[in-house]
């Protein structure tokens, strides 16, 4: 039975133990009693997909552990799930009572559960098989020795050695990067100094908005003006594409804050304006019609 369902932000970190690159996506995510299902599609799309048969990700709650993990991303309310095969996902919302909502309702999931699933016992072994410490290991080789025959033991002395040699060397290098860590500026000195500028792509719009105290980006208001002088009269516009690496370039300059003149000859292509002023659109973390609206656009659009 459904206990909840809606849109997220989702990233897979982890696949059985192993680390995964960071890709945030929207997902469509349905909450049961036992497990949470991602979809890629609508609410409408996903529920197609269920008459059909269709599987989605899945992740059984049985077992699974759930906690706040402000650490592992630099957007806000960020939560990790992590299962018992040692599967990681980060669920992710800019709104702050959906995504607390979301938070207690697996918590309350999971904690409905049994705590020691068939299989986890398994699982957990070979969790601590992997995670074993570098003693451990160097008192098994200390057991090799003693079993094995006098012929043996002088290539396992050697191979001790040059463990133990390489353990010294990770361990100089972690400390090394351990200061380095320790000592690098934060971000806002480097700000404050004008190495790390805040950006125009990518952010959200009302921390654009307020950067400007404006409630339109001055980046969108003159796109929109050279569209309106020079491009009402082009043969699809938003829909042909310009060329990337001048969109790209464009993009540079406007996240760098440097003074823009889109009467300047380099952009005289007007594709490339209306490139980047969509490539602005798509790279905002939160869409123009926000998720919180979802439901009310549809109610909105089926009446």
Not at 101 to 127: T, Y
Not at 189 to 214: A, M, P, W, Y
Not at 242 to 251: E, S
Request: overall charge positive; charged content about 30%; proline content about 3%.
């Amino acid at each position: 039975m459904v206990e909840k369902e809606g849109y997220l932000q989702k990233a897979k970190i982890a696949d059985g133990g192993k680390k995964l690159r960071k890709n945030w996506s929207t997902s469509w995510i349905v909450l049961s009693s036992r497990k949470l299902e991602f979809y890629k599609e609508s609410k409408q799309q996903a529920l197609s997909s269920m008459k059909t048969g269709h599987k989605p990700e899945s992740v059984d709650l049985c077992g699974a552990h759930i906690e706040w993990a402000k650490e592992k991303s630099s957007r806000k309310n960020v939560f990790q799930i992590t299962t018992v095969s040692g599967n990681e996902f980060l669920l992710q919302s800019d709104i702050d009572f959906i995504i607390l909502d979301w938070f207690h309702a697996i918590k309350n999931a999971i904690d409905r559960l049994p705590k020691d699933p068939s299989g986890s016992s398994r699982n957990l072994e070979l969790f601590k098989i992997q995670r074993s410490s570098s003693t451990e290991l160097l008192s098994n080789y200390d057991n090799d020795i003693k079993e094995q025959k006098p012929e043996h033991r002088k290539s396992l002395m050697f191979r001790l050695h040059h463990s133990a040699s390489d353990t010294s060397d990770k361990n100089r290098v972690k400390n090394r990067l351990k200061k380095f860590i320790t000592r690098r500026p934060s971000l806002k000195t480097l700000q404050e100094k004008g190495l790390i500028k805040d950006q125009i792509f990518g952010s959200h719009l009302h921390t654009v908005c307020e950067r400007e105290n404006s409630t339109v980006p001055r980046f969108v208001k003159q796109c929109i003006e050279a569209v309106e002088k020079r491009g009402l009269d082009v043969d699809g516009i938003y829909r042909v594409s310009g060329n990337l690496a001048t969109i790209q370039k464009l993009r540079f300059i406007v996240n760098q804050e440097e003074k823009l003149n889109l009467d300047d000859s380099q952009w005289e292509d007007i594709h490339v304006v209306t490139g980047a002023l969509k490539m602005f659109f798509r790279e905002l973390p939160e869409p123009l019609f926000p998720y919180s609206f979802f439901e009310r656009f549809v109610e909105a659009i089926s009446k």
